[in-house]
């Protein structure tokens, strides 16, 4: 009888800390508050804070079921949290829990994200070879028209036709004007080491000719107006880069701005790779079929990825501390790209 006693308080106790273990590495993950951790798991687990309270201390332990919804609900594995397969990597892909179809459900999620790290105080580690989606935040038009390239070529069904992009349908849209503000700003609070190299417009240009070549713009003025927008999206780099922040202008206002940090690289080949680093959760994003992304949390991952950014930095020019020289080079040579593009799109629109 005292065996089976003991048993039993032995199996009790283990599931106690592997229930504290789940506590603790999803406030540590995803909380900077231990507040808002106990608010949300309220939710999540419907029950009352009290008995929330008694889970988190240790008290009393979770059910399997309610493990379940706890990794389901933060995307995790168990075998993450308890450290049962250190040589495996876990990965988030959302495009598999539900195919995007149209903007909104694109945005929503980036905006969750991205309210969740301004409460981390977190730096941005940005690796690319095509201008990072935030910058096109910066205008309506372009980001209006980078989503509807997204619906043609990715988020489109096989049996709808190629849509021409028409900016009036965006401009009108309230909540799509809302939401591109609010992730713009969002965006530019944040610190930012970003790492790019001087092709970083040839997508965007490359599309906006191609629409033309094909017909698909409603209005064909649209693409010089895009190719306006890109050149004042330059100046406001110019800006940022003068300023070491995030800022639209010379000029301080109330808003936040992030510290701002660029870097050029012409020999290193990535995909967008994103690296969060924060003293409470650091996370990895890539993307895998633009602009799908995965999104890991694992730390053997975080680590690797982070000494892999300060190989590529210590390999790359640095642009926002540099000299004049490498500063206006690097500006020069995205301004001569865009007009060359500009020149091609007003010999087209003459024939």
């Known amino acids: 009888m005292k065996t089976y006693i003991l048993a039993q308080y032995s199996s009790k106790m283990s599931y106690q800390s592997i229930s504290s273990k789940i506590f603790g590495f999803i406030e540590n993950k995803f909380f900077s508050d231990k507040k808002d951790l106990l608010i949300e798991l309220e939710e999540i687990l419907h029950l009352q804070r ?5 889970k988190v201390r240790g008290e009393s332990a979770l059910s399997l079921e309610e ?25 988030d892909f959302p495009a598999l829990y539900g195919s995007v179809s149209n903007e909104k459900e694109f945005l929503d999620p980036i905006l969750n994200d991205l309210v969740k790290l301004k409460n981390l105080d977190p730096v941005i580690y940005y690796a690319t070879k095509e201008l990072p989606l935030f910058y096109y935040f910066f205008s309506m038009r372009l980001i209006a028209f980078k989503f509807h390239v997204f619906y043609n070529f990715i988020w489109r069904k096989k049996d709808e036709k190629l849509i021409s992009f028409d900016f009036k349908k965006y401009s009108k849209d309230e909540d799509f004007k809302k939401n591109v503000s609010t992730i713009h700003e969002l965006y530019s609070s944040l610190n930012s080491i970003e790492i790019w190299n001087t092709s970083v417009l040839d997508n965007s240009l490359n599309q906006i000719k191609y629409f033309l070549e094909s017909g698909l713009f409603t209005r064909p003025e649209d693409s010089l107006e895009l190719c306006n927008d890109l050149e004042n999206l330059i100046d406001v780099l110019e800006v ?30 990535t995909n967008n790779v994103i690296f969060v680093k924060s003293e409470t959760r650091d996370a990895v994003y890539c993307t895998y079929d633009n602009p799908n992304f ?13 000494n892999w950014f300060n190989k590529l930095l210590s390999n790359s020019i640095p642009i926002t501390f540099g000299t004049l020289k490498d500063k ?11 007009n060359r593009t500009r020149t091609a799109i007003q010999l087209c629109l003459k024939n």
């Open 50 to 54: 009290s008995s929330v309270y008694k």
């Open 240 to 269: 940022q880069i003068n300023n070491k922040k995030k800022s639209t202008s010379g000029i301080s206002n109330n808003k936040v701005h992030g510290s701002f940090e660029l870097y050029n690289n012409e020999i290193a080949h």
């Open 328 to 338: 206006m080079n690097f500006i020069n040579q995205l301004r001569e790209k865009l």
């Open 67 to 91: 493990a379940e919804i706890l990794c389901k609900h933060f995307r995790i594995s168990l075998d993450d949290v308890l450290g049962l397969a250190e040589d495996k990597i876990y990965f």
């Open 294 to 306: 995965m999104r890991s949390i694992s730390p053997q991952l975080c680590q690797y990825t982070e």
